[in-house]
T-cell receptor, first 110, second 113 residues
Framework: GENVEQHPSTLSVQEGDSAVIKCTYSDSASNYFPWYKQELGKRPQLIIDIRSNVGEKKDQRIAVTLNKTAKHFSLHITETQPEDSAVYFCAAGKGGKSTFGDGTTLTVKP | SQTIHQWPATLVQPVGSPLSLECTVEGTSNPNLYWYRQAAGRGLQLLFYSVGIGQISSEVPQNLSASRPQDRQFILSSKKLLLSDSGFYLC????????????FGQGTRLTVV
């Protein structure tokens, strides 16, 4: 089955700096790559997703890049703010099923 | 609009007792439904998913079972809980169109004592 690895497990940045989280996947047939943000004690919520026919997608301060050949994708957050502090999960999926990474705890220091 | 209800929010159960967690979805038809477990500091492990009434796929062997008695109802059960069943359980739904985002319920914090 699919195997997703996510790095780093924890990330601390200064407010205003950029944050980058990277994921690799094993199944070349995976074609959907969502990113979820989970605040403490709350449910995960989608922040951005990308499909395998696209190499990059941007939504305001958030961007995701996908390298299908290398089977890795990354989340980029620019101009980080304290409210960006949360756990971020990547996932790789096909056919309605997604395998999640173990998450990255992002802390943005004011 | 679509909403997903999951209950209870927290649950403390003794070892060996049964379990029933319920999840319902409103505002959509024929959703794909999922049960995930999230261990502390870890990612989301897919336990079961269902593409239709009575259709259940199990992803990992375990002490749990799932049922889908109605189109928008998904139930997670156990006959006898183990200490290792403790965790944060999340129900989710996704459009049957595939490759769309998953919408999660509020989660159930289960502690087996």
């Amino acid at each position: 089955g699919e195997n997703v690895e996510q790095h780093p497990s924890t990330l601390s940045v200064q407010e205003g700096d950029s944050a980058v989280i990277k994921c690799t996947y094993s199944d070349s047939a995976s074609n959907y790559f969502p990113w979820y943000k989970q605040e403490l004690g709350k449910r995960p919520q989608l922040i951005i997703d990308i499909r395998s026919n696209v190499g990059e997608k941007k939504d305001q301060r958030i961007a995701v890049t996908l390298n299908k050949t290398a089977k890795h994708f990354s989340l980029h957050i620019t101009e980080t703010q304290p409210e960006d502090s949360a756990v971020y999960f990547c996932a790789a999926g096909k056919g309605g099923k997604s395998t999640f990474g173990d998450g990255t705890t992002l802390t943005v220091k004011p | 609009s679509q909403t997903i209800h999951q209950w209870p929010a927290t649950l403390v159960q003794p070892v060996g007792s049964p379990l029933s967690l319920e999840c319902t979805v409103e505002g959509t038809s024929n959703p794909n439904l999922y049960w995930y477990r999230q261990a502390a500091g870890r990612g989301l492990q897919l336990l079961f998913y269902s593409v239709g009434i009575g259709q259940i796929s199990s992803e990992v062997p375990q002490n749990l079972s799932a049922s889908r008695p109605q189109d928008r109802q998904f139930i997670l059960s156990s006959k006898k809980l183990l200490l290792s069943d403790s965790g944060f359980y999340l129900c989710a739904w996704r459009s049957f169109l595939m490759n769309t985002e998953a919408f999660f319920g509020q989660g159930t914090r289960l502690t087996v004592v």
